[in-house]
């Protein structure tokens, strides 16, 4: 076999029209990830990408937009707990989950501003 994967570039969450405000605010204002530009041919889709960590983020407008409710990227995130209590503090529901914690791993669930499921978690 001579090809091989390398990883993943970036995951794409759908969101409704006219997203862009919102998307923001959630993903860079609370999630503190930084906006990156779209390339100036897809910029009139509308959306908005974000970087996280080595990976990107991309929000992409759909029309008849129905969120993510089961299938969803997870996020590795160093120092969970802190991050957790952070998003309490700022009134956004977290969803816990200890279904991995045989494997050492603590995780969580939340929606995004569209009902896009987002888990988080860390190997401890």
Same mark, same amino acid.
């Given at each position: ?28 204002? &609370?999630?503190?990830?930084? !906006?990156?530009?779209?390339? %100036?041919?897809? $910029? ?5 990408? =974000? ?36 998003? &309490?503090?700022?009134?956004? !529901?977290?969803?816990?989950? %200890?279904?991995? $914690? ?5 995780? =969580? ?16």
């Amino acid at each position: 076999m001579s090809y091989s994967f390398s990883g993943i570039d970036h995951v794409q969450l759908a969101a409704p029209e006219g997203c862009e405000a919102e998307a923001r605010y959630f993903f860079t204002g &609370l999630l503190g990830w930084k !906006e990156i530009d779209k390339p %100036d041919m897809l $910029k009139q889709r509308g959306g908005v990408w =974000f970087q996280c960590g080595a990976h990107q983020v991309h929000i992409g407008v759909q029309k008849d937009f129905t969120p993510a409710t089961k299938a969803h990227p997870a996020f590795l995130v160093r120092q969970l707990s802190e991050f957790r209590d952070y998003l &309490l503090i700022h009134n956004v !529901e977290v969803i816990d989950d %200890d279904a991995r $914690k045989d494997e050492k791993v603590q995780r =969580f669930y939340l929606n995004d501003p569209f009902g896009n499921r987002l888990e988080f978690m860390e190997y401890i």
